[in-house]
């Protein structure tokens, strides 16, 4: 008897629930609650490399946690998948227990992912309030004809909207900025406004990749300080793609390593600082053995 | 409200437009204006309105486009066919004429939306010569349409005419010879009140949250992706409002002369609009509109060289691209408008 | 069999579009320009060669390669003057600049030899007892073939494998793919960049030329604007084939010859121009970088 017929006659008992390596760790705040995000070997192949490969990760609502992994491990790639700019070749994701498996970029983000990019993407020729603004344009609903004709409701949009996008500023420090181009701010002030941005979309999840990077140990010190904010002021998750250790090992609750488009391991920093594969990864076999 | 340096900007474009035309009004009233001038008042202000809803695309959007006249000749085509379609239901001639650019409008619009669809997936000069392309395919469309109207309604056909009117019936469009026998409604003041329109829709627009998305698109689409923005949608918004302008402006232009043709809106005029547009400065509406009057003017001005003309024309062109693009000129204008800068605000703060 | 003389003769037009699409493909390639004067230059190369066979007296092959000769050293001229002072500005800059020179060419022409049409000579034909024939007749004279057709689709062969051996085998060549990829790096290789990017303007309008020749002697009248509309219909040829590849190029001036020729005999010699601009549309919808183009996607 074929499988079909099997499953058409009802025959078919229980499915066999194949076992879904996913995390191991959650902290142990949201362990009750529904996980922010699922992903479920999550892969993608460009032309027969396998770029990413059986990813699982599961991500608490509150949690900060952190990719790390050798360059070319396929950590961007991941957020690549994340947010759609790429589709997967196979896996599932689960934002909030919803499939994004048809979404764009656009509608991923709007179901409640932001990021901020390695190589920062600001709208470089606007101002820095306007690439916030940018950032609220789906928190704000008039038309087109409203914003032509200058109806109230364009008025009072555009006035809860500049608001907003000035508190968010300042969070940031960078409010007495609001008139500069985003392009003439300095580097560390850059990638703060990416955030500012990204934030500003009204995530559950924020993915930041390399936050830290160009950033000086005082910057970097600061920085860890404000994602901790974020996530206790917002009440979101964050996941960070982050080659500077001591940031990683400091905040992140849950920390993924990926070596060769694969998770190798997960778990809390002690947990990865002392697990021999991780070591391997990263200094090689001999290394591993020496240590 | 503080004004900040864009809305300032726009309301100085809005008062330059104004003083021009009330100086024209003027100088005409008082019968100081030359008849070959005071024929080019609304061709200018059709090109006006051309180069600022073509800067929408180019500079506002960031997308190049070079057949930005098959939207002008859908407007024109279509918004004369009603003027000569209405002309006994609508006896009076301004209302008419606004009905006319109303209709050329709204299929410019139609048409940017049908062209818009494949256009808008594709990228930078692969996107140019795809707008090139139906910029050509709506020349030869008007070129070989037959369209007339009769008691049993409208009738069209493509190559030939195939029309077969009723007794009375009317052919309006004649394929190649176009539309003929025009009644001349189109007037400088009509062409004012639609340059003012286009230049409140474009700044509005740019000042609002559809506006800032397409910006967002220019600058960075993975990041306006990024932030929740449909690219297509947004794209589409700008497109779709400058192809609408652009006939427009194509029905105010055909209803200024007795005869149109669809060769008129060749993909000459389309280039002709895209260098008013570069002359301007990408995104800087009030250059577009100077440039466009100058550049209309400029060839008539330069009529005393007679054969000549086009070539000073020409060399000009060259000329201007080579010395803006300069960089010690470049420098110099640009610690000049520093220095200027620095002025205004020092009287700002003085008064 | 009147489909066969169809198709030669599109075969034979889609040559010339094929030997234009070359020069364009070549210099979009290096330049990254839209150089819209490419059209014009070929109506200088008729011109010159006009001026030499039928007012000079001289024999078609020096008409021929004073054609050349004078294309070349205008190409080269038009790159140093107007393209090389832009070379870090704007693509629409040099884009707007370039369309000034074609302004500036068309209406040099047009001072220079009045707007009447000239009536291009009869390059290739032979005498035979006394009369000239310009052509051969096969299947008793239903197959119609003239020697500027054999001509033509000869020369476009011999330049396509010329500029593909010419690319990958030669030094200069090898400079030129590299100052198309990447002019940084080039010239940190030790590559002259100028002089790489002079000589593509210079091969580009030296087949500028050939093309004008061979385009007046298939289609003997000659005004100032005779460049422009080849100029175009071998722009979109090249985008087609995927601009920047000289096997593109080739493939896609041979396809829109043959379409236009077609779209001519068989729907309607009106809509022509139209067919095949709605024909470039849809191959560009199904391939966005033309048939034999490389899509480049932006790194994230």
Redesign the interface.
């Known amino acids: 008897m074929s499988e079909t017929k099997k499953r058409r006659a009802g025959l078919e008992t229980v499915s066999p629930v194949v076992p879904v390596q996913t995390t191991y760790y959650v902290p142990e705040r949201d362990v009750d609650k529904s996980p922010i995000l699922q992903c479920i070997n999550l892969g993608i192949s460009f032309g027969g490399l396998k770029a990413v490969e059986d990813f699982n990760l599961t991500l608490g609502r509150t949690e900060i946690a952190g990719l790390i992994g050798p360059n070319g491990a396929g950590k961007t790639t991941i957020f690549n998948l994340l947010t759609k700019v790429y589709q997967p070749t196979h896996g599932t994701i689960l934002l909030d227990g919803k499939d994004t498996a048809n979404m764009t970029t656009a509608q991923v983000n709007r179901a409640g992912i932001a990021r901020t990019f390695q190589n920062i993407r600001l709208f470089h020729n606007q101002t820095v309030l306007d690439n916030v603004l940018i950032g609220l344009h789906n928190e704000m609903d008039y038309l087109m004809p409203s914003a032509i004709l200058r109806l109230p409701n364009y008025w009072r949009a555009e006035k809860i909207a500049r608001q907003r996008a000035m508190e968010y500023l300042a969070l940031f420090h960078l409010d007495q900025h609001a008139e500069e181009l985003a392009g003439s701010l300095p580097y560390g002030a850059q990638r703060r406004l990416e955030i500012a941005r990204a934030l500003a979309t009204n995530p559950s999840l924020l993915l930041l990749d390399e936050p830290a990077a160009g950033m000086n140990p005082s910057e970097t010190a600061e920085l860890m300080e404000n994602i901790v904010k974020i996530r206790d002021t917002f009440h979101i998750a964050i996941l960070l793609i982050e080659h500077d250790m001591s940031l990683v090992m400091n905040i992140c609750e849950g920390i993924a390593v990926l070596n060769f488009g694969r998770l190798i391991a997960k778990g809390n920093a002690d947990a990865i600082r002392n697990d021999p594969v991780v070591v391997e990864a990263y200094l090689g076999r001999k290394g591993a053995k020496e240590s | 409200m503080r004004l900040n340096k864009t809305s300032k900007k726009n309301y100085l474009t809005y008062a330059i437009v104004i003083v021009a035309y009330v100086i024209m009004q003027i100088v005409a009233g008082g019968g100081h204006l030359s008849s070959s001038l005071k024929g080019m008042l609304v061709p200018i202000c059709a090109y006006v309105v051309m180069a600022v809803s073509l800067n929408l695309t180019v500079g506002i959007l960031g997308e190049l486009s070079l057949g930005h006249a098959g939207f002008m000749s859908v407007g024109a085509f279509m918004g004369t066919t009603a003027a000569i379609a209405l002309q006994n239901a609508i006896p009076s001639a301004p209302l008419r004429l606004t009905v006319a650019l109303i209709v050329g409008a709204v299929f410019a619009a139609i048409v940017g939306f049908l062209v818009g669809i494949p256009v808008l997936r594709l990228n930078g000069d692969y996107l140019a010569i795809v707008t090139l392309a139906f910029g050509e395919i709506i020349k030869s469309v008007f070129n070989n349409l037959y369209l007339g109207i009769d008691a049993n309604g409208i009738h069209m056909s493509l190559l030939e005419d195939k029309t077969n009117l009723l007794e009375g019936g009317k052919l309006i469009i004649a394929g190649p010879m176009g539309i003929g026998g025009i009644k001349k409604i189109a007037n400088f003041t009509a062409g004012f009140v639609l340059i003012m329109i286009c230049l409140v829709v474009i700044f509005h627009l740019v000042n609002s949250r559809q506006g800032r998305a397409i910006m967002a698109v220019r600058d960075n689409r993975i990041a306006a992706e990024s932030v929740g923005i449909n690219v297509t949608h947004y794209k589409m918004m700008a497109f779709v409002t400058s192809a609408a302008m652009a006939g427009a402006a194509g029905a105010l232009f055909a209803l200024n002369y007795s005869t149109i043709v669809a060769n008129k809106f060749d993909f000459n005029t389309s280039i002709l609009v895209l260098v008013f547009v570069v002359f301007g400065g990408l995104g800087n509406m009030l250059g577009s509109v100077i440039a466009a009057a100058a550049l209309t003017i400029l060839p008539e001005a330069l009529r005393s060289f007679a054969s000549y003309r086009m070539l000073i024309y020409a060399i000009v062109l060259i000329l201007v691209m080579l010395a803006t693009n300069n960089p010690t000129l470049k420098g110099f204008f640009a610690s000049l408008r520093g220095r200027f800068d620095k002025n205004s605000e020092k009287e700002a703060s003085a008064s | 069999m009147s489909f066969l003389n169809f198709l030669i003769s599109g075969i034979s037009l889609g040559s010339i579009y094929a030997i234009i699409a070359l020069g364009y493909t070549m210099v979009?390639g290096i330049a990254k320009m839209?150089n819209?004067a490419h059209g014009d230059v070929i109506m200088v190369g008729a011109y010159v060669c006009f001026l030499a066979v039928s007012k000079s007296g001289l024999p078609p092959v020096v008409g021929i390669l004073a054609a050349v000769v004078v294309c070349t050293v205008l190409g080269m001229v038009i790159e140093k003057l107007?393209y090389k002072?832009?070379r870090?500005?704007?693509s629409?800059?040099v884009?707007?600049?370039a369309?000034?020179?074609s302004?500036?060419l068309q209406?040099?022409a047009?001072?220079l030899w009045t707007p009447n049409p000239k009536i291009f000579p009869a390059l290739f034909a032979r005498t035979v007892d006394g009369k000239k024939v310009t052509g051969f007749q096969l299947f008793d004279g239903q197959l119609r073939i003239s020697y500027v057709t054999v001509i033509t689709i000869i020369a476009c062969i011999i330049i396509m494998v010329v500029l593909t051996l010419f690319t990958s085998r030669t030094r200069t060549g090898k400079a030129m793919r590299a100052c198309s990829e990447d002019k940084g790096a080039a010239q940190l290789m030790g590559i002259n960049v100028d002089t790489t990017i002079s000589i593509t303007f210079a091969i580009g309008s030296g087949l500028a030329a050939i093309a004008g020749v061979l385009l007046c002697s298939a289609y003997p009248t000659l005004v100032p604007t005779t460049g422009s509309m080849p100029g175009?219909k071998a722009?979109?040829a090249a985008?087609f084939g995927g601009?920047g590849s000289i096997p593109g190029a080739f493939i896609g001036g041979l396809l829109l010859g043959v379409i236009e020729i077609l779209a001519k005999a068989y729907i309607?010699t009106?809509?022509s121009?139209?067919i095949v601009?709605?024909v470039?549309?849809i191959v560009?919808?199904v391939k966005?970088?033309?048939l034999l183009g490389k899509k480049i996607s932006?790194k994230?």
């Open positions: 979009y839209l819209f107007a002072p832009l870090q500005a704007t629409l800059a884009l707007i600049t369309i000034g020179v302004y500036f209406n040099a047009l001072l175009i722009f979109t985008v601009i309607s009106q809509m121009d139209a601009f709605l470039l549309i560009l919808l966005p970088a033309g932006e994230v």
